[in-house]
């Protein structure tokens, strides 16, 4: 699954031959953001926009998110993940910080050999702007051996697009478990506070100790003119530069939604009148159980639901009774491919128990995902 180098990377004659089928890391391109393009007021830890890159905060302001359309020139990228400082943090606590994080699974990580004698390095590329120039940090974390890397970048010109290649050397301790939990994550540092920047970085593998995490990086939240964006987010498994480095996988937007939707599925109105796929039945005279087909089979059985309004759903039964504006629904049972949920109708009692019935969103701005799928 590594790469085959021909040719010599110092007269830029590389050509590479990628083995593994698909990118590493999912929606690198910043392509998919099921959730919405833009989130205001940021304060804690969460999902927001753009999926499978995720926001570890706490303390250091306040931030609005965005799925961003500025892009390097001529990069074959259209959008990006955009953090902006709404609400300044001068002087940190010593708890303070704030990561963009991606999680994987350690079922998907078993081609670095880690904790093996053939382990391999990683190398992560992406294109990162920013309004503060200076020291940034990206670290690479084991989390089922408690391990740890860091490496420093360098933001060397204000509100320029920046193309970043940085190689992690293989570590020969700690095997990774192989399922579908979380194993392996990347942390790009944008504040931290003395509790992870006190020590002396740690730039090779060991025990993670957190003073050491993230030294040396410049405080984004010092400022509301601050911003930072992200794109072109890849690792390739071996040692690269930046004239080596393979070119970035681009997916079709339909093969990245649905490596997404593993971890969010997602159901989200692009016309008015669509249905949810799976089959429904009244279960009383004012409600409807759907059982609703997930698009992909799950990493895990979700946990809950979020709709953008109930008043986007609404439910009926063919030939018998027209679409009633739904006022709730909740979440019930659920697998790896299908989730049970209950329908509530805003008023009256229009349903007949037993009677075949189906759910459908009402408005372009219908959205409903499932939770607890995300590592």
Not at 168 to 181: R, S
Not at 275 to 292: E, K, Y
Not at 296 to 321: E, F, K, N
Not at 340 to 368: C, H, K, M, Q
């Amino acid at each position: 699954m590594a790469l085959t180098l021909h040719g010599t990377v110092s007269d830029n004659t590389a050509v590479l031959d990628r083995q593994n089928a698909k990118p590493l890391i999912i929606n690198g391109d910043m392509a998919v953001a099921q959730r919405g393009t833009s989130v205001a007021s940021i304060t804690t830890a969460g999902n927001y926009t753009v999926d499978r890159i995720g926001t570890n905060l706490n303390g250091a302001g306040t931030w609005t998110q965005t799925q961003s359309t500025d892009t390097p020139t001529g990069s074959g990228f259209r959008t990006s993940l955009k953090m902006d400082c709404t609400t300044a943090d001068a002087s940190p606590a010593a708890g303070d910080y704030l990561s963009m994080l991606y999680r994987f699974e350690g079922q998907d990580v078993q081609l670095l050999k880690k904790g093996t004698s053939s382990a391999e390095a990683v190398t992560i590329s992406f294109w990162v702007k920013s309004a503060k120039t200076g020291t940034y940090i990206l670290a690479l974390i084991d989390n089922d051996n408690n391990r740890s890397i860091s490496q420093a970048y360098t933001i060397s010109s204000a509100n320029t697009w920046e193309k970043k290649v940085l190689s992690f050397a293989g570590d020969t301790t700690g095997v990774l478990d192989n399922d579908n939990a979380l194993s392996f994550y990347m942390l790009f540092y944008l504040v931290a506070g003395s509790n992870i920047s006190s020590g002396t970085l740690q730039t090779s593998w060991d025990t993670l100790t957190a003073t050491d995490l993230a030294v040396g990086q410049v405080n984004l939240a010092d400022s509301t003119s601050n911003d930072w964006y992200l794109t072109g987010l890849q690792m390739e498994v071996g040692n690269f530069d930046a004239n080596s480095i393979a070119p970035f996988q681009h997916e079709s937007y339909g093969d990245n939604l649905l490596r997404c939707q593993r971890y969010l599925p997602a159901y989200i109105g692009t016309t008015t009148n669509f249905r949810l796929p799976g089959a429904g039945i009244a279960g009383s005279t004012t409600q409807v159980f759907l059982t609703l087909n997930h698009p992909v089979t799950t990493r895990v059985q979700p946990t809950g639901v979020v709709v953008s309004s109930a008043g986007h759903w609404s439910g009926g039964v063919d030939g018998i009774l027209g679409n009633q504006v739904m006022g709730s629904v909740a979440y019930g049972l659920a697998s790896t491919f299908a989730t049970r949920l209950t329908w509530t109708v805003a008023s009256g009692t229009p349903f007949t128990a037993r009677d075949p019935a189906y759910i459908e969103g009402t408005n372009t701005s219908a959205v409903l995902y499932l939770t607890g799928c995300e590592l």
